[in-house]
């Protein structure tokens, strides 16, 4: 009796360890409504266009520019910035965010920058901390809520295109 009863609790350990992996592993998928995704959804060819009439816009007000360097030392812009899946599930796991607001931002090195906040159902942003921390004292075990003076926090540090795009990619070619 005490090895079936091993092996069905090894069994229905497996079993959970597989569901658990299943649901939050790593090939596991984010949940879409495909409906509400739809309505920010375009054509390729309409992003390879908006992205080849940018570089070209930049590059006319850097020509109009009485001082052509201006733009680059005081608004250096990226093509685009990539923020990995974990920085934007930060964002969507943060209570009661039901999407992703992006602003422009400027940095101490003159960098615009996309600064992301997670919004809830009316469109408002939502403050607080992003990412739980582990207790110094207690290895393990995450904090589940900021501390007293500590600040909320927002995602930025994408990794900047040019340094970073994919080359291959039709929005990024000439």
């Given at each position: 009796?005490?090895?079936?009863?091993?092996?069905?609790?090894?069994?229905?350990?497996?079993?959970?360890?597989?569901?658990?992996?299943?649901?939050?592993?790593?090939?596991?998928?984010?949940?879409?409504?495909?409906?509400?995704?739809?309505?920010?959804?375009?054509?390729?060819t309409?992003?390879?266009?908006?992205?080849?009439?940018?570089?070209?816009?930049?590059?006319?007000?850097?020509?109009?520019?009485?001082?052509?360097?201006?733009?680059?030392?005081?608004?250096?812009?990226?093509?685009?910035?990539?923020?990995?899946?974990?920085?934007?599930?930060?964002?969507?796991?943060?209570?009661?965010?039901?999407?992703?607001?992006i602003?422009?931002?400027?940095?101490?090195?003159?960098?615009?920058?996309?600064?992301?906040?997670?919004?809830?159902?009316?469109?408002?942003?939502?403050?607080?901390?992003?990412?739980?921390?582990?207790?110094?004292?207690?290895?393990?075990?995450?904090?589940?809520?900021?501390?007293?003076?500590?600040d909320?926090?927002?995602?930025?540090?994408?990794?900047?295109?040019?340094?970073?795009?994919?080359?291959?990619?039709?929005?990024?070619?000439?």
């Amino acid at each position: 009796m005490k090895r079936s009863q091993t092996v069905l609790y090894l069994i229905i350990l497996l079993l959970l360890i597989l569901l658990i992996y299943r649901e939050f592993g790593r090939g596991g998928s984010i949940p879409v409504d495909k409906e509400k995704a739809k309505e920010h959804v375009i054509a390729m060819t309409d992003a390879t266009a908006y992205t080849k009439a940018f570089r070209a816009g930049k590059a006319e007000l850097e020509r109009r520019l009485q001082d052509s360097t201006y733009l680059a030392r005081n608004f250096n812009l990226p093509a685009a910035e990539l923020f990995n899946r974990h920085a934007i599930g930060a964002l969507l796991n943060k209570k009661g965010a039901e999407g992703i607001r992006i602003y422009l931002g400027l940095n101490e090195k003159k960098e615009v920058v996309f600064v992301l906040l997670p919004v809830d159902a009316k469109g408002k942003d939502i403050s607080g901390k992003l990412v739980a921390y582990e207790t110094p004292w207690i290895p393990g075990v995450q904090r589940a809520m900021a501390q007293e003076g500590e600040d909320p926090e927002a995602m930025e540090r994408g990794h900047r295109c040019p340094y970073t795009c994919d080359a291959e990619s039709p929005v990024t070619q000439p």
